[in-house]
């Protein structure tokens, strides 16, 4: 079975644009959450939607939006980039809205110059 | 939130026994204990995870203390593989798939 996947992989991007991200779940997978991972740091949650509504939203600014799709995939975007927004973007699927076990991506590497 | 206190690193040798130790001081009667952990260049694992009892499974064991304030990951024998970041993270049921990881503990294995 195929894991969670997302896409880019790498991308590159000057400040004041905006970026969309892509993430497909496990089949099945109902859940996704969106986290942030700076280089050297532990991830840190951005967003969760199960059942195509949001259900949680961590600290960060409006300029992060999400959604979630009828097939369960999930885009997260990122408007007026800023230098600091250069980070890992990890997306993680879990079949229940609470679950001891999510299953993570590779990741989106994104650079802001 | 509760907080979880690891150490930076940690060395092991292969094929020996590992420990990895998590203070939670401050856990709520309701949080469990999980563990992921992060291979270079992948996203998080799901290790394992457990509320009071001792936890075994195919990848490692999860020692809780008895007052809850502290727990301890076993990888029963380091391979060269097991080398990763691995996180302590305090999870309340009803708080949905939010996970707040800190700082984890960065594990090297030697051959």
């Known amino acids: 079975d195929a894991g969670v996947t997302q896409s880019p992989t790498h991308l590159i991007k000057t400040r004041g644009q905006h970026v969309t991200l892509r993430c497909s779940p496990i089949?099945?997978?109902?859940?996704v959450s969106w986290y942030q991972q700076v280089l050297g740091q532990g991830p840190q949650f951005i967003f969760q939607?199960?059942?195509?509504?949001?259900?949680g939203r961590g600290n960060f600014p409006d300029r992060f939006s999400a959604r979630q799709f009828p097939n369960y995939s999930s885009e997260l975007n990122v408007n007026a980039l800023l230098l600091g927004d250069s980070a890992l973007y990890l997306c993680?699927?879990?079949?229940?809205?609470?679950?001891?076990?999510?299953?993570f991506g590779p990741g989106t590497r994104l650079t802001v110059t | 939130d509760a907080k979880t206190t690891q150490p930076n690193s940690m060395e092991s040798n292969e094929e020996e026994p590992v420990h990895l130790p998590c203070n939670h001081s401050t856990i709520s009667g309701t949080d469990y204990i999980h563990w992921y952990r992060q291979l270079p260049s992948q996203g998080p694992e799901y290790v394992i995870h457990?509320?009071?009892s001792n936890v075994n499974n195919r990848m490692a064991s999860l020692a809780i203390a008895e007052d809850r304030k502290s727990s301890t990951l076993i990888l029963h024998r380091a391979t060269l593989r097991d080398a990763a970041v691995y996180y302590c993270i305090l999870h309340y049921n009803n708080a949905g798939n939010m996970l707040t990881f800190g700082g984890g503990t960065r594990l090297m294995v030697k051959p």
């Open positions: 939607y199960y059942e195509k509504e949001e259900r």
């Open positions: 993680a699927s879990s079949l229940l809205r609470t679950t001891y076990e999510q299953y």
């Open positions: 089949s099945g997978h109902k859940s």
């Open positions: 457990g509320l009071t």
